[in-house]
Structures are given as C-alpha cells and as structure tokens.
C-alpha cells in the first residue's frame, strides 16, 4: 500500500513559480514511477508529466514542456514538481500518483493517488 500527500499549491500570478511536493510512505514506493496530473473545474483529468523509478527517464505534456520539472529524492520518498513561468491556463487541483508498472501518461495506469493541492494562477 502506498499513501501519497501533495503539498505546496497556492495562489500565484502569471509568470511565477510554485514548487509542489508529494510525500510517499510505502515500503516499494521506491520502486515505482511518479506522475503529476492535473484537473481543471468542470475539465477531465490530465497528464502532466511522469519520472521514471530511477529518475532518469521523465517525460511531460506539451503544455508545461520548457517550464515544468519533475524530479524524486529516493531517499526523502519525495516527488516534486517545479513549475515556472505559471500561466492562468496551470489553474487547477493538482495530483500526484504512482504506477507500480511502469511510467506512463494515462490516468487509469495509476494505482495511488493523492487527495490533490489546488493552484490558483491570476492574470
């Protein structure tokens, strides 16, 4: 079992920065791949960007390509996403999730999920 707490949403204006972190307590979290998704009101739930077990490979949607960061501290079993240059279109509840199989960018390839951090992004 895995259980997994998203931190560090808020309320930024365009052009600006925000750090989210995932904190995973399980005993084969390290072993998984992590992925951000976001969900917009009213929108379905999207991928954001995924990293691999070692943390090597990571991969991210077109959207946040160039201003996103997703990286993982195996030793802290802590996920982060840095993501700069905010614009009002990142507004949603972001989620992170585990894939006990390998990375990918579908929501129904997720076996854990967060409860969610909102983020708010003003013109």
């Known amino acids: 079992q895995v259980q997994l707490v998203e931190s560090g949403g808020g309320s930024v204006q365009a052009g600006g920065s925000l750090r989210l972190s995932c904190a995973a307590s399980?005993?084969?979290?390290?072993?998984?791949?992590m992925g951000w998704f976001r969900q917009a009101p009213g929108k379905e739930r999207e991928f954001v960007a995924t990293?691999?077990?070692?943390?090597?490979?990571?991969n991210y949607a077109d959207s946040v390509k160039g201003r996103f960061t997703i990286s993982r501290d195996k030793a802290e079993n802590t996920v982060y996403l840095q993501m700069n240059s905010l614009k009002p279109e990142d507004t949603a509840d972001y989620y992170c999730a585990a894939n006990t199989r390998r990375s990918g960018t579908s929501v129904g390839g997720y076996d854990y999920w967060g409860q969610g951090t909102q983020v708010t992004v003003s013109s």
């Open positions: 399980g005993r084969n979290f390290r072993n998984y791949a």
């Open positions: 990293i691999n077990w070692s943390g090597i490979i990571t």
